[in-house]
């Protein structure tokens, strides 16, 4: 009707009749209307009774008034009981009334201001759990979260994979990240509260980290802010992002086809790229927010938090409920550990000695252990039967198959016999330098039902003769060193 009506203008009413799609009968009856089709019918009044009219403002109204937060589903569920003779299929109407007297007589609600940001002014950080999304490193199921970084203006974005929980150190080395790969800084920068940094942290403890964040902002000139605790709409610029970015890896993962990656680095290296292609869409308004930013300082500062540790007769440490190894030279020793997100940096004096990955420990609360067996072979073999009850013994294995292993030889040998045979295992991998190579021999003796044969395996793995150089010693007289003693005399 409304392509009739606007076909009159310029055509016929037969015409415009075809052009709408009815008879030209049907064009002369609408021409000859004064008012519109939707004009001319009363509306309809109800077809049935009113299922709700003896309860609504009796029982419903009251029980919104006491609890506005009651949801209609369960209203409906308590009209049911009250009345069994009601119809099942009045949920909807329940459903419709309370939203109509919510809007009329309901609380009112927080209400969202949209703000405009300036160029080089506003950056937000927060951190966004990313268990969900089923990645796996070598077939183990990662745990972690992204540290997520975004500029409020040009929609700038960096992501840096968190091993463990919301904490300063994840904090500070993700926002360095970020700013040197954006290659200036805002004037302020705002997080949320760092909550999870705060929780089970003392008064003191808690003050330091906050002095922390404050010196790390000032290295960079920023301003620090933080929102309301528990309104996370106040960095809405960020917020709404993390659901965005997320989903983009969830598609890029799917296209992927499998969601293991061979260790962190290669899945690092996929969330870069990732994201730097999502920067390339905006490059234009990133380019023109990095001429407002600040320059950045001539160094980055610590992204780390520096603890002391002392080496026990155990061959190791503890720190944040884990247990390190170290060379058992090292006993007694009190050593630097620079602890990051993902690994251990030790020092002896101002001397680097190793790094060591950063263990955790387990949900449960129970102790965590990051063992390399080659710190402690050395004793073991000279007690072996130590391996039976040792606290960190399903750590020590470097592969699953030397731990299934072992619970074969302890099925099928004497205690001390599995024992040392297991410890021998370990002591020709780290000697010959043939982890994975003997890993696959192991396997195999599993796949075949078979036992390892120690001599067998040291003869596999012991170096061939004919390879081996002929070095000729050569001793010089004795006299010789008196001519150069007289040399050095003249």
């Not at 609380?107 to 759990?129: K, M, W």
């Not at 013994?393 to 592969?399: I, N, V």
């Not at 001793?475 to 007289?486: E, F, R």
Request: charged content about 25%.
């Amino acid at each position: 009707m409304r392509l009739f009506m606007k076909l009159r203008h310029s055509e016929g009413v037969a015409i415009a009749s075809a052009k709408a799609g009815f008879s030209a009968a049907t064009g002369h009856r609408l021409a000859a209307g004064a008012v519109l089709p939707s004009r001319r019918k009363a509306s309809r009044g109800r077809r049935r009774p009113d299922p709700l009219v003896d309860i609504f403002d009796a029982e419903i109204v009251p029980m919104l008034e006491a609890a506005p937060a009651l949801r209609a589903i369960a209203i409906y569920e308590e009209m049911r009981r009250r009345h069994p003779d009601l119809p099942s299929g009045i949920r909807r109407t329940i459903e419709r009334r309370v939203r109509a007297w919510r809007a009329e007589h309901g609380p009112e609600r927080e209400v969202i201001f949209r703000q405009t940001h300036a160029p080089g002014r506003l950056a937000l950080s927060d951190f966004t759990d990313c268990g969900d999304l089923g990645v796996t490193i070598a077939g183990v199921a990662l745990a972690h979260r992204l540290y997520h970084f975004r500029l409020a203006w040009s929609g700038f974005a960096h992501a840096h994979v968190i091993l463990g929980g919301e904490s300063y150190v994840a904090l500070a080395q993700g926002l360095q990240n970020a700013l040197w790969a954006l290659g200036g800084a805002p004037v302020e920068h705002r997080s949320d509260s760092l909550s999870a940094a705060f929780r089970n942290l003392t008064a003191d403890a808690r003050g330091d980290l906050t002095l922390r964040y404050d010196a790390l902002c000032a290295h960079y000139g920023m301003a620090p802010t933080r929102n309301n605790r528990g309104v996370a709409h106040e960095n809405g610029a960020i917020e709404s992002a993390h659901g965005h970015l997320k989903a983009a890896i969830r598609d890029t993962l799917l296209m992927r086809g499998v969601r293991d990656f061979d260790d962190v680095a290669a899945y690092r290296r996929f969330i870069d790229e990732l994201v730097a292609a999502r920067n390339r869409r905006v490059a234009t308004r990133i380019d023109a927010e990095r001429l407002h930013l600040q320059p950045l300082p001539g160094a980055r500062t610590a992204d780390y938090e520096e603890v002391i540790v002392t080496v026990t007769s155990s061959g190791g440490f503890t720190l944040r409920k884990v247990f390190y190894t170290v060379p058992s030279r090292l006993i007694g020793h009190r050593l630097r550990a620079r602890l990051y997100d993902d690994r251990l940096d030790l020092f002896i004096g101002g001397t680097a000695l190793m790094t060591l990955p950063r263990g955790r420990a387990t949900a449960s609360g129970k102790h965590g252990h990051v063992v390399d067996y080659r710190h402690v072979i050395h004793s073991l073999r000279r007690k072996p039967m130590a391996l039976l009850g040792l606290v960190y013994r399903d750590a020590l294995f470097p592969r699953p198959v030397y731990a299934r292993t072992f619970e074969r030889l302890c099925a099928a040998l004497p205690e001390r016999t599995a024992c040392r045979t297991m410890v021998e295992l370990l002591a020709l991998a780290h000697e010959r330098a043939c982890e994975a190579t003997l890993a696959v021999i192991l396997d195999q003796c599993i796949a075949d039902d078979v036992l390892p044969d120690l001599a067998e395996l040291r003869g596999r793995f012991a170096p061939d003769p004919a390879t081996l150089p002929v070095v000729t010693v050569r001793l010089a007289p004795l006299a010789s060193y008196d001519v150069l003693l007289t040399g050095a005399a003249a």
